[in-house]
Each structure stands twice: as structure tokens, then as C-alpha cells.
């Protein structure tokens, strides 16, 4: 019998239960001030707006996915006041539905005491439960040993599992993938004509000294080549334009402090490779995915703190020719993004069930 799938997203910025398309419309005019203490200033209110625009994209990367000999019906979202509706409505879950309900990063903390039992009904219906977690969540998630035992995929960094994940079944699939782009696959055309010029998709919680050092000298030589981006992460918004530019100076892990971030990264390599940039960054840590890509010529990488290789890192990736830059393009929007990464979980999960 074929079967459709159905992925329901939990946002804690989404309200009740509803179509993934209508939460989107709505988005932009999404009151922030029932997720913000009182007398929240300017800064943190940016801070919520880019958060809630971040998994506003991963939700439409979650309706754009497609499965391997399968029908998609309409993504949901649901919130934490919509999960009572999630359980009425997964009790009559059609037959020849499979339903993924999908959590990400710390977002189950938000449903409290109720997350082990809620995750215990839904699987009596059959609905089945992925975590994409990009980091070290089996180390570092309170409620990790409440959802464990429920999980049938489980996407986490490149380290090994804590002791917590001794609670997964046997039957969980567990990949080590970390960190990729919340970008719709080419969604941005390729720009076959950019700028020569670097931007530095960082944070202000990258702007050690150890960076600082870097940009400034970077300035220095590149002069007005060189674009500094320091705000927290980029709007959804403006993410098209970055376009325009040849190549994407990323920050890495050595700024974290827990052994497992430090030898991870964020998702500025894989927002500009599916950009059409030709992303830099620090080899911060040996092994993960960032040399993997260094490996297949998809990435520059520089040696820590050597100020000469990251200029020449630099001046390779403003070198590449068009025909390097649109395989850096493809690949990235073909396999690091969030969409075609949990798309093969789940069916590698639906074949071994």
C-alpha cells in the first residue's frame, strides 16, 4: 500500500497546530512579545526576530522536502499550545499517512514534563519522531533521557554520544551530520558574475580577539574587498543578496569552550556554499565535515592563526573559476542542507523499519 508522509515541525515561535504555508504568511507579523521577559530592549527583541526567522526557514525546508517513492501531504508546524491538537489529530491519522514529528536543536525543553508522555502517545498512533539535534544534545539537553527512548532518528554532531544515549533503542538511527544550511535547495540562483570581494559571516559572539586579529588584517590587505557582516547571523531577509559576493569568510568552533563545539562549526561554510560563495574557514580542530569538504576542494581552509595562509585561502577562493564555483554550488545545495539531509534519515529509517 503507498503511503503519503506528513512532517509536523515543533516551533516553539508557531501557536496551535497548523498548515506549514499559513504559518509562513503570517510570519513577518509574528508578535514576538509573548516570547520576550518584560522591558526586553531593542537588541534582544533582534535577537528573537532573527531566531524565529531562522526556524521559520527550516520549517519551509521541512515543506519543501521530498521523499524517495512517496507522497508529501502539507507540512505542519505546531507549538507548544497546539500539542494537545497534535494528539487528538494523530489518533485519527489516516492509514496511508506516515507522520515524522520533527524537533530540533534545544526545543524540547519547551513542553516540560509532558515531552516523554506526549512522545509515548504519538508513537502508540504511529507517528514516529526525529531529532535533528546539530550538536552536542546527548551531552548537553536536559530532557535528552526523556526523549531518547522515543527517537527513530537522531541526526547529532560528529562526536561521540554521552551516556544519555544509552536510552536510545536499538532500532534508532543515529547519524553524526552536525551542522548544514536552513536553505531551500536552490532557492538563490547561482550568480555567474559576482563581486570579487570576501565577506565575513560572523556574530558578535565570534568577535574574540583571536578573530578580531583576523578581520583587521584582512581589512588591511584586501581594503575595500573585504565586507565585515558583525551583526548576531544574517536576516532571512537579506540572505539573497549575499549573492552578489565571490567568496564567504566563515568563523569555526575554537571559540566554544566544551570540547565538542570546539572541534564543530556553524552554518555560515553552508549557507555560502549554497550562495554560490566559495566559503574560507580556519582548520580549527583535525577530522569533522569542514575537512571532509577541505578534502573534496569545496572549502578553503587555512592554517590556525597563520595570517599568510588565510590570505592566500582568501585569494583562491576570489580565484576560482566558474566552473569550480557552480560545483561548490551544487554540491552544497544538493547535500548540506537541513531538507535533503533529513529527507534520506527518513527514509533510510522507513527501509530498515
Given at each position: 500500500?503507498?503511503?503519503?508522509?506528513?512532517?509536523?515541525?515543533?516551533?516553539?515561535?508557531?501557536?496551535?497546530?497548523?498548515?506549514?504555508?499559513?504559518?509562513?504568511?503570517?510570519?513577518?507579523?509574528?508578535d514576538?512579545?509573548?516570547?520576550?521577559?518584560?522591558?526586553?530592549?531593542?537588541?534582544?527583541?533582534?535577537?528573537?526576530?532573527?531566531?524565529?526567522?531562522?526556524?521559520?526557514?527550516?520549517?519551509?525546508?521541512f515543506?519543501?522536502?521530498?521523499?524517495?517513492?512517496?507522497?508529501?501531504?502539507?507540512?505542519l508546524?505546531?507549538?507548544?499550545?497546539?500539542?494537545?491538537?497534535?494528539?487528538?489529530?494523530?489518533?485519527?491519522?489516516?492509514?496511508?499517512?506516515?507522520?515524522?514529528?520533527?524537533f530540533?536543536?534545544?526545543?524540547?525543553?519547551k513542553?516540560?514534563?509532558?515531552?516523554a508522555?506526549?512522545?509515548?502517545?504519538?508513537r502508540?498512533?504511529?507517528?514516529?519522531?526525529a531529532?535533528?539535534?546539530?550538536?552536542?544534545?546527548?551531552?548537553?539537553?536536559?530532557?535528552?533521557?526523556?526523549?531518547a527512548?522515543?527517537l527513530?532518528?537522531l541526526?547529532?554532531?560528529?562526536?561521540?554520544?554521552?551516556?544519555?544515549?544509552?536510552?536510545?533503542?536499538?532500532?534508532?538511527?543515529?547519524?553524526?551530520?552536525s551542522?548544514?544550511?536552513?536553505?531551500?535547495?536552490f532557492?538563490?540562483p547561482?550568480?555567474?558574475?559576482?563581486?570579487?570581494k570576501?565577506?565575513?559571516?560572523?556574530?558578535?559572539?565570534?568577535?574574540?580577539p583571536?578573530?578580531?586579529r583576523?578581520?583587521?588584517?584582512?581589512?588591511?590587505?584586501?581594503?575595500d574587498?573585504?565586507?565585515?557582516?558583525?551583526d548576531?547571523?544574517?536576516?532571512?531577509?537579506?540572505?539573497?543578496?549575499?549573492?552578489?559576493?565571490?567568496?564567504?569568510?566563515?568563523?569555526?568552533?575554537?571559540?566554544?569552550?566544551?570540547?565538542?563545539?570546539?572541534?564543530?562549526?556553524?552554518?555560515r561554510p553552508?549557507?555560502?556554499?549554497?550562495?554560490?560563495?566559495?566559503?574560507?574557514s580556519e582548520?580549527?580542530?583535525?577530522g569533522?565535515?569542514?575537512?571532509e569538504?577541505a578534502?573534496?576542494g569545496?572549502?578553503?581552509?587555512?592554517?590556525?592563526?597563520?595570517?599568510a595562509?588565510?590570505?592566500?585561502?582568501c585569494?583562491?577562493?576570489?580565484?576560482?573559476?566558474?566552473?569550480?564555483?557552480?560545483?561548490?554550488?551544487?554540491?552544497?545545495?544538493?547535500?548540506?542542507?537541513?531538507?535533503?539531509?533529513?529527507?534520506?534519515?527518513?527514509?533510510?529509517?522507513?527501509v530498515?523499519?
Open positions: 500500500m503507498n503511503t503519503a508522509t506528513r512532517i509536523v515541525f515543533f516551533n516553539p515561535w508557531a501557536a496551535g497546530l497548523e498548515e506549514t504555508a499559513a504559518y509562513l504568511g503570517r510570519l513577518p507579523a509574528l514576538l512579545s509573548a516570547h520576550l521577559p518584560p522591558g526586553a530592549d531593542a537588541s534582544l527583541r533582534a535577537m528573537a526576530r532573527l531566531d524565529r526567522d531562522w526556524y521559520g526557514e527550516c520549517a519551509r525546508c515543506a519543501a522536502l521530498e521523499l524517495p517513492a512517496a507522497g508529501m501531504q502539507p507540512a508546524v505546531v507549538g507548544p499550545a497546539g500539542l494537545a491538537a497534535l494528539a487528538e489529530r494523530a489518533a485519527q491519522r489516516p492509514a496511508r499517512e506516515d507522520w515524522w514529528l520533527v530540533m536543536a534545544h526545543h524540547p525543553e513542553i516540560g514534563p509532558a515531552l508522555p506526549l512522545c509515548g502517545f504519538l502508540k498512533t504511529g507517528v514516529r519522531i531529532y535533528y539535534a546539530f550538536d552536542e544534545a546527548s551531552r548537553a539537553l536536559a530532557c535528552f533521557g526523556a526523549l527512548p522515543h527513530d532518528v541526526i547529532h554532531d560528529e562526536a561521540p554520544l554521552g551516556p544519555a544515549a544509552a536510552g536510545l533503542r536499538a532500532d534508532c538511527l543515529a547519524i553524526h551530520r551542522w548544514v544550511a536552513n536553505v531551500v535547495p532557492a538563490v547561482f550568480n555567474e558574475d559576482p563581486e570579487r570576501i565577506i565575513f559571516l560572523g556574530s558578535r559572539l565570534g568577535l574574540t583571536h578573530r578580531r583576523q578581520i583587521d588584517f584582512l581589512s588591511a590587505t584586501f581594503k574587498r573585504f565586507v565585515a557582516w558583525h548576531h547571523s544574517v536576516s532571512v531577509s537579506a540572505r539573497d543578496g549575499l549573492s552578489r559576493y565571490a567568496a564567504g569568510f566563515c568563523p569555526e568552533g575554537r571559540k566554544f569552550t566544551t570540547p565538542t563545539m570546539a572541534r564543530t562549526h556553524t552554518d553552508f549557507w555560502s556554499g549554497c550562495l554560490g560563495l566559495v566559503p574560507v582548520d580549527s580542530a583535525p569533522g565535515r569542514l575537512e569538504l578534502r573534496a569545496l572549502i578553503r581552509r587555512y592554517a590556525h592563526a597563520d595570517l595562509a588565510l590570505r592566500e585561502a585569494e583562491a577562493a576570489l580565484e576560482a573559476t566558474l566552473a569550480e564555483r557552480r560545483r561548490i554550488y551544487d554540491h552544497f545545495n544538493r547535500h548540506e542542507t537541513v531538507g535533503p539531509v533529513l529527507a534520506a534519515a527518513l527514509a533510510s529509517a522507513a530498515a523499519a
